[in-house]
């Protein structure tokens, strides 16, 4: 049995920009009655620091509040509906400057490894405190007990998870087995990442490795699977139609969604020669696609349920966890996602369920977890 976690990263671009109410609360209501038509519960990552800083900010900026009302609004909307929310945090949301109106200038560094120790555990001390007391208000047992890293940035690091674990957090999922990011935001390397599926015991100062003895700390990694490459560049190719059309009509509101590329540009792929470079590793020798929603059509939702069905039986286990990823604001047509829950929904295979019973699972030992030497 496949137990499948539908995980969203909740945020406005990295950068700051973008208006959270078409970027998240809007995009969020709909995921919410997509997962509740199908009797699906989603979990949210919301990221805190963004939030924190229109709190710290609202007595001078009344616009911030507004947002930051609206923002928890939507949150506890969702929680009450039987969905999860758990942490997610992208620390260069540090020291933010408002620019009204609606602007950002953020100055962090994006990758909560540059901080030093007692930083890393001020931001995810803030982070759990605040949604624990904000959703405790509606259930006073609801814990964070799951994290997932800004960018994906969490190893190796001889902090974060010794940190983690002290604050009684359960798992991490930000390791994504073969990725690689050198882009001036963001460098880290996953192509080492020893466990690309099944929970495991990490090494407590290198989340990409599996430790020999059982940890204080669960990994697991968020899903990832072989490029479709005909179908990527189908989608490539529609996105770039999609573009030029809008274009031509003026309207740009679908346009104002989504990351903003040039965050993600590795290093040696911008300009004639490196876009080149960059569109033979994705479409022609293929590389480890991140499981995320947003950027599928359906066929390649389908074919990454093809993968995981095939690793869980590859596994011999019973039953196993796996973590999927989204963005709400990327999506741009919902009914690709909608399609995928109902093929989700009807199949005997798979049950879904949220980060909070995932966390549970690992402790009763519902879910197996390995170590460098078991499995
Ligand atoms: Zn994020």
């Known amino acids: 049995m496949i137990y499948l976690a539908f995980v ?11 208006d959270p109410r078409a970027l998240q609360f809007e995009p ?21 620091m963004q939030q924190l800083v229109h709190r710290n ?15 928890e609004q ?11 929310i758990q942490l997610h945090l992208h620390p260069q949301w540090t020291d933010a400057i408002y620019q009204a109106p609606c602007n950002w200038k953020l100055g962090g560094d994006w990758s909560i490894l540059n901080y030093p120790c007692h930083q890393i555990k001020a931001m995810l001390v803030s982070g759990k405190q605040y949604l624990e007391s904000l959703l405790g208000q509606i259930n006073p047992a609801y814990a964070c007990v799951s994290f997932r890293a800004g960018s994906w940035c969490a190893a190796p690091s001889d902090f974060l998870l010794p940190i983690l674990s002290e604050l009684g957090f359960v798992f991490d999922m930000s390791i994504v087995a073969g990725i690689r990011y050198d882009t001036p935001q963001v460098k880290l390397d ?14 407590m100062r290198d989340a990409r490795r599996v430790s020999a003895s059982v940890q204080p700390m669960f990994c697991i990694p968020t899903n990832t699977f072989p490029g479709p490459r005909v179908a990527l560049a189908r ?7 999609r573009k030029v059309s809008k274009r031509n009509t003026a309207t740009m509101t679908v346009a104002s969604r989504g990351r903003s590329g040039n965050e993600w540009t590795n290093k040696g792929e911008s300009g004639a020669v490196g876009l080149a470079r960059k569109f033979l590793k994705r ?32 596994s011999g286990l019973d039953r196993v966890p796996v973590i999927l990823e ?15 829950a109902a093929d989700v929904a009807s199949s005997q295979d798979v049950k879904t369920l949220t980060l909070t019973e995932i966390a549970h699972g690992l402790r009763n030992g519902t879910f197996k977890v390995r170590t460098a030497s078991s499995l």
């Open 190 to 203: 996953y192509t080492p990442c020893q466990e690309p599926f099944l929970p495991y015991y990490p090494d």
């Open 283 to 314: 479409y022609v020798v293929g590389q480890a696609e991140i499981a995320d929603l947003a950027q599928m059509n359906y066929a390649m939702m389908r074919r990454m349920m093809v993968h995981i069905r095939r690793q869980a039986a590859r």
């Open 57 to 71: 900010q609202q007595e001078r900026f009344p616009e911030l509040k507004v947002i930051a009302d609206e923002w």
């Open 235 to 241: 989608a490539a190719f529609r996105k770039i139609v």
């Open 74 to 84: 939507a949150v506890m909307e969702s929680y009450r509906q039987g969905h999860d």
């Open 326 to 340: 989204n963005h709400t604001k990327d999506i741009h047509d919902f009914s690709d996602i909608e399609r995928f």
């Open 8 to 18: 969203d990263d909740w945020e406005v671009r990295g950068n700051g920009s973008g």
């Open 28 to 48: 969020m209501r709909k995921l919410v009655k997509i997962f509740n038509d199908y009797g699906i519960r989603g979990s949210f990552n919301v990221e805190v």
